[in-house]
């Protein structure tokens, strides 16, 4: 399984995923899912991938290859990013028809699922949701994040905090809890974790890093946040019964 993750906030994006690839509990290996691009100077992108390794590949193989081809579709063709994103999707789109046969009779599926984010000169930094059909969603100011793979986990804590308003690099801290969340409660997610950072109108080569089990970081921050959590529940008032009459279960008027 895979989870990645996006927070778009005022100042920029950030990028999550682990790294985990797995293909019974007797073979697990670990697989870049955060991608980025040689692209022109107007434009930073970046993918995150979740599905089939196969098809990830090959779809992110695709894209950098027509990054070298003139006179073709590529990342550079467009002049908003909700372009790039139905191409990509055109691209998901040929990559799994190629294999479907072969993948059918075998009973595999070879769907992919993608978050694509950066920024065109001339727009503001948006982030996309594209699906196994080649079809796409946009993050919102009131959902400013997308995820892909095992996502339920690491929801609950974007949905309290992540807003826009928020700094990048607190959307970055943001985005390393909601993947430890995963991490803890899902052994089809793990370790390392790929991180990435874009600044809005930078235009600069984006920051990214990865961190393991024994970074000094994520071990600081995920005592930390475990501590908080223990201690918030620590401090709720005590639990008492109401005020209405205590009946036992079972027992009627």
Not at 18 to 33: F, L, P, T
Not at 131 to 151: C, K, M, V
Not at 211 to 231: F, S, V
Not at 236 to 241: R, V
Request: proline share 6%; hydrophobic share 40%.
């Amino acid at each position: 399984m895979t989870y990645c993750l996006a927070i778009l906030v005022n100042e920029g994006i950030a990028f999550a995923a682990d790294s985990r690839s797995s293909a019974g509990v007797d073979y697990v290996s670990a697989y870049r899912k955060l991608h980025q691009f040689e692209t022109g100077p107007d434009r930073r992108v970046v993918l995150l991938s979740a599905g089939s390794l196969a098809t990830t590949q090959e779809v992110v193989a695709v894209l950098r290859r027509d990054l070298t081809r003139p006179n073709v579709e590529s990342l550079n063709s467009f002049g908003r990013l909700f372009e790039i994103a139905a191409y990509v999707g055109r691209v998901s789109q040929i990559v799994q028809r190629s294999h479907h046969t072969a993948l059918h009779a075998s009973g595999i599926s070879g769907e992919a699922t993608f978050i694509l984010g950066g920024q065109i000169r001339g727009e503001a930094p948006r982030i996309f949701l594209v699906y196994p059909q080649g079809n796409f969603i946009e993050a919102s100011a009131d959902t400013p994040y997308l995820q892909i793979g095992e996502t339920k986990y690491g929801k609950p804590v974007l949905d309290r905090i992540a807003r826009p308003p928020i700094s990048l690099q607190q959307a970055a801290r943001l985005a390393l809890l909601s993947l430890d969340a995963t991490i803890k409660s899902n052994v089809s997610v793990g370790l390392p974790i790929d991180l990435a950072i874009y600044r809005k109108d930078s235009f600069l080569p984006i920051i990214t890093g990865r961190l393991d089990e024994l970074d000094p970081y994520y071990l600081e921050i995920r005592e930390a946040w475990n501590n908080a959590l223990l201690k918030a529940f620590l401090d709720l008032p005590d639990f008492s019964w109401p005020s209405v009459a205590y009946q036992p279960i079972g027992s009627s008027q």
